[in-house]
């Protein structure tokens, strides 16, 4: 790694400094992903591919009866379970997703709806690419700080696709996470203490309208964007006044596969022990909106009161949101009131490749 | 397509939330004006519970058109745990997991998907209980 971005880090944003988020924290976490595996090797048998150096293991399959709004659902629901609050109160829901089912027509209405939380004030849908699930985070934290809601359901929630024979095809997965946001209490789960943003115009992966599977550029996905905007956006954590890389004990970056997290981990010098409980791509594959914030999940399913959790995301296109989260007392009592990410992740059936085709609707029917 | 007949069900087909009537408790999917029983006007709000038991199945292998993707696909009858008997698809299970007698949950899913262009249904469907082993 000998290039400018390495060397010197990226240019600094023009949004400024970080942002002091104190008083905003989550009070239910819910992650969700499907039941369905396919095994990186069962791919890579049909495109005749080696069985060795797969990005990830093994992805998360949709069921045939799922979407982004359905397991937007599950997820909430399982966020619900452990916020402990009646849903009328929840008043914005936004859902990050660049596969949601209706082009025209909100994904939020129909979780609001599922969780008895209709109507809301504010229901919307939001993309940019992977990062459209902390980009949600970001807005419902500035909506509570204002005081326009007094509760806010953030999703990332995808269905991702991977064109037949790409590379993507190996890691591009499904899942959604949500995080129910409020004011912080006694029953907090854990406080948003700090949010820095790192956002350009860079056109890595994109997919035009109507089109099915998404284009990406490559190489040129590495350090032009997903390093340069990840770690502009944690770099801005660390400044001035900022936190230490000692202060945190935990790190999650957005996982496209094993490799890029654990670059940019070295790049900062942190730690595996930091690192590996919120890795989870070899298991799960690339679920887009929800990547890096089932990381999170993984994460507050084992976080202790008083620790710090540093999570980046990163969306093509490109940018990448960074949280700084403080655990809090809150996480002991509602942890175990609802499904942990890991009985999901034990919880599976391996398909075939034929299988594989009927799930995700390859098979024309007339 | 069926948009309003599906919209004036959604909060029974999303949550199993329903109107009970309070004179002889007979169930509604949504709010009447009178009960279809008893002809009391006083309905009360419930939610069913939303986790039963599979008294029994069978596996549909020549479905109606619209859910020929699906197939094949399991119906089950099950007891919720208030005692009410309802009929739901089944899902995410492996072929040896289902037996009379297993703890189901509801979960939310599409249920059918009118064509290209139409209104996608969403509803419950019951999946085995998820093993916290």
């Excluded at chain 1, 089912?101 to 939020?108: E, I, N, Q, R």
Aim: glycine share 10%; with cysteine; proline share 5%.
């Amino acid at each position: 790694m000998s290039s400018t971005i390495f060397k010197r880090g990226p240019e600094k944003s023009s949004g400024g400094d970080m942002v002091k988020l104190g008083g905003v924290a989550i009070q239910g976490y819910g992650g969700y992903i499907p039941r369905y595996r396919i095994r990186a090797e069962e791919i890579g048998r049909m495109w005749g591919q080696d069985k060795s150096g797969f990005p990830v293991a093994e992805k998360t399959v949709a069921g045939i009866d799922e979407d982004a709004a359905t397991m937007a659902v599950e997820a909430a629901r399982i966020a619900l379970r452990r916020a402990k609050i009646d849903p009328r109160r929840i008043g914005a829901v936004y859902v990050g997703s660049e596969s949601k089912p209706y082009a025209v027509k909100p994904t939020g209405t129909i979780v609001a709806e599922a969780i008895g939380a209709s109507p809301t004030k504010l229901a919307a849908d939001l993309e940019f690419a992977c990062k459209a699930g902390s980009e949600a985070m970001a807005i419902i934290a500035s909506l509570i700080r204002s005081g326009q809601v007094e509760y806010g359901l953030a999703i990332g929630a995808d269905t991702a696709q991977g064109r037949p024979g790409d590379a993507l095809e190996y890691t591009a997965a499904s899942g959604a996470a949500a995080f129910i946001l409020g004011k912080t209490d006694h029953r907090a789960i854990a406080e948003i203490e700090a949010w820095s943003g790192y956002a350009t115009d860079t056109p890595d992966f994109w997919r035009r309208p109507g089109d099915r599977y998404p284009m990406h550029a490559a190489r040129f996905t590495g350090e032009p964007a997903y390093f340069k905007h990840i770690i502009g956006a944690v770099q801005s954590l660390l400044e001035n006044d900022g936190y230490t890389l000692n202060e945190i004990d935990y790190v999650i970056f957005h996982q496209p596969n094993m490799k890029f997290p654990l670059a940019v981990a070295k790049y900062f010098k942190v730690g595996q022990e930091k690192v590996s409980p919120g890795l989870i791509a070899n298991f799960v594959g690339n679920t887009y909106s929800a990547c890096s914030l089932l990381g999170l999940v993984n994460v507050l399913d084992q976080a202790q009161p008083g620790q710090r959790i540093l999570v980046a995301s990163y969306g093509s296109g490109a940018g990448s949101d960074a949280f700084v989260l403080r655990v809090l007392d809150g996480i002991l009592e509602k942890r175990d009131l609802a499904p942990k990410l890991a009985e999901f992740i034990r919880n599976k059936i391996y398909i075939d490749y034929s299988t594989y085709l009927k799930l995700r609707d390859e098979i024309l029917m007339r | 397509m069926r948009v309003t007949g599906y919209w004036r069900n959604i909060s029974f087909l999303y949550r199993l939330a329903g109107w009970k009537c309070t004179h002889c408790g007979a169930f509604h999917h949504y709010k009447p004006v009178i009960c279809r029983r008893c002809r009391s006007r006083e309905f009360t709000q419930v939610e069913l519970p939303g986790s039963g038991r599979l008294i029994a199945y069978t596996v549909i292998r020549s479905p109606p058109k619209e859910f020929e993707r699906y197939a094949p696909y399991s119906i089950g009858l099950i007891e919720l745990e208030d005692g009410t008997k309802i009929l739901s698809q089944l899902t995410d299970f492996k072929e040896d997991e289902l037996r009379d007698g297993i703890r189901v949950e509801a979960v939310f899913r599409k249920v059918r998907v009118n064509g290209e262009q139409g209104i996608i249904e969403y509803g419950y469907k019951f999946r085995p209980v998820l093993s916290r082993s």
